[in-house]
């Protein structure tokens, strides 16, 4: 996730990072407050799929 | 294919024996040698680099920050004795790359460290105090480590604003987690051993068993992390830079002469290239610094 922000400012394809990018620059800080909490949100939520996948897949892994 | 009985080694000695000629020793020696390869190319970098930052006033050419309208844009080359050529103000690209190693340098380093002091101590009181230390702390830490690092570390830059010392601040704090976390399971391992019982039962404090007990014998992997975190320092720093969030303008930094060669890559390639190039080299040395010192300190952790 971290890449996309660098990754969107070379290509300048119009995204989340890019958008990041500018509202910082532009000193928009609850344009990049917000941003960066959805981020967070997107990789939290994909940390408990892995999470919860991790347990369905492997049995040796469970939950108590 | 099946062995004839030609080529069946005939008697117990001499199967599997090497002739010992002048060929097959040289053949052994380089084998031996070639093992050390990734260490010295590492550490000779990482000395390379050391020096270079240190003599920067003495090693740069020109003035980093010297404009010159009539070498704009020049490429590598005689022309002007500029060694890697020139950016679009004229400022010789060897001098601020030379000038920005001190940057990346001091960043790394630094960041590293205060990641290290704010962190490792943290970590092992969580991990041998248990209890609601442990829990307060780990539930901090994991609520920083649910950020990216280089997100973190723009966070907080955003918050006080770009400059060398707010880029080390940053990248520390960002950092801070990652140590947190290791130290915290690295003392939790060590409180098993049975020494720990025994200067309990002499009479040790927490804080002593702790200091004399359970850090030293958790400095060797805490070593080893610290200096690969070190590349990770400086790709971030070289990342915030890039984005405009590091040292301002015109102190050079890499990530700095990365994003302003970004607009001339078409035609003036060797501004980003050559910028690109010291940041790869100053992570690989670390990267290899740091496996290295793993295999040296702990050789249970090879192959991870």
Redesign the interface.
């Known amino acids: ?2 890449g996309t ?2 990754t969107e ?2 290509f300048t394809r119009p995204g989340l990072g890019k958008m ?2 500018d509202a ?2 532009a000193r928009d ?1 609850p344009l ?1 407050q917000g941003a ?1 909490t959805v ?2 949100m997107i ?2 939520t994909v940390n408990l799929i892995v999470d919860v996948l991790y347990a369905a897949f492997d049995p040796r892994v469970a939950y108590k | 294919m099946a062995l004839t009985s030609k080529q069946v080694p005939q008697t117990l000695e001499t199967a599997g024996a090497e002739p010992d000629t002048v060929h097959w020793q040289l053949q052994r020696r380089v084998r031996r040698w070639r093992k050390y390869v990734p260490i010295a190319l590492g550490v000779t970098l990482i000395v390379l680099m050391c020096v270079v930052a240190i003599m920067a006033p003495v090693l740069a050419p020109f003035n980093p920050s010297a404009q010159s309208s009539e070498y704009v844009l020049k490429g590598p080359g005689p022309g002007g004795h500029h060694l890697l050529g020139t950016d679009e103000y004229g400022r010789d690209l060897l001098s601020r790359i030379i000038w920005g190693t001190r940057v990346s340098l001091q960043v790394g380093l630094v960041s590293v460290l205060v990641g290290f002091g704010l962190g490792v101590p943290s970590g092992l009181m969580a991990g041998f105090l248990g209890g609601t230390t442990e829990t307060a702390i780990m539930r901090l830490t994991d609520m920083l480590m649910a950020f990216p690092t280089l997100l973190l570390a723009l966070l907080i830059v955003t918050a006080l604003g770009g400059s060398l010392v707010n880029e080390i601040l940053a990248i520390g704090v960002a950092l801070t987690p990652h140590f947190v976390r290791l130290a915290h399971s690295l003392a939790l391992t060590t409180k098993t051993h049975d020494y720990i019982m025994a200067a309990r039962a002499l009479g040790g404090s927490s804080l002593r068993i702790m200091l004399r007990h359970i850090f030293p014998n958790t400095i060797s992997t805490l070593l080893v992390v610290a200096t690969l975190y070190i590349a990770t320092a400086i790709r971030t720093e070289a990342g915030l830079s890039f984005l405009g969030l590091g040292v301002l303008p015109p102190t050079p930094s890499w990530g700095n002469i990365l994003s302003e060669g970004r607009q001339y890559i078409k035609d003036c390639p060797w501004l980003t290239t050559f910028s690109g190039l010291a940041i790869m080299l100053a992570v690989l040395a670390f990267n290899l610094m740091g496996d290295a010192l793993r295999d040296v300190l702990d050789p249970r952790l090879r192959g991870e």
């Open positions: 996730m971290t922000v660098l400012t070379v990041l990018v910082i620059e800080y990049a960066i981020f967070t990789i939290v």
